[in-house]
């Protein structure tokens, strides 16, 4: 069983890996953005950093289901 807890996006940065050199090339490097979006998100007073590679779509101010550091779906903001 996995526990998913919902949390809400502040900012969005590309960390590459530590000691990766990088791809060869500027479309190279564009290619992987992707892999190595990470977010700052807040679970109600508590700040992490969390994986995006999941979700490309993933903008700040989103809420999103994070389970052990990566965020795996985006979750509708509820008014009730």
């Known amino acids: 069983m996995c526990l998913a807890v919902p949390a809400r996006i502040l900012s969005i940065r590309i960390q590459p890996p ?3 050199p990088g791809p060869a090339g ?7 953005d992707g892999l190595w979006r990470m ?3 807040d679970f109600g007073g508590v700040r992490q ?3 995006l590679a ?9 809420r999103v289901l994070v389970h052990v550091g990566l965020a ?3 979750v509708e903001d509820d008014p009730a």
Do not use: F, H, K, M
């Open 39 to 41: 977010a700052e998100v």
């Open 18 to 20: 530590a000691g990766d």
């Open 26 to 32: 500027a479309e190279a490097a564009a290619d992987d």
């Open 72 to 74: 795996l779906s985006l």
């Open 54 to 62: 999941c979700l490309p779509e993933a903008a700040v101010g989103d």
């Open 49 to 51: 950093q969390v994986s």
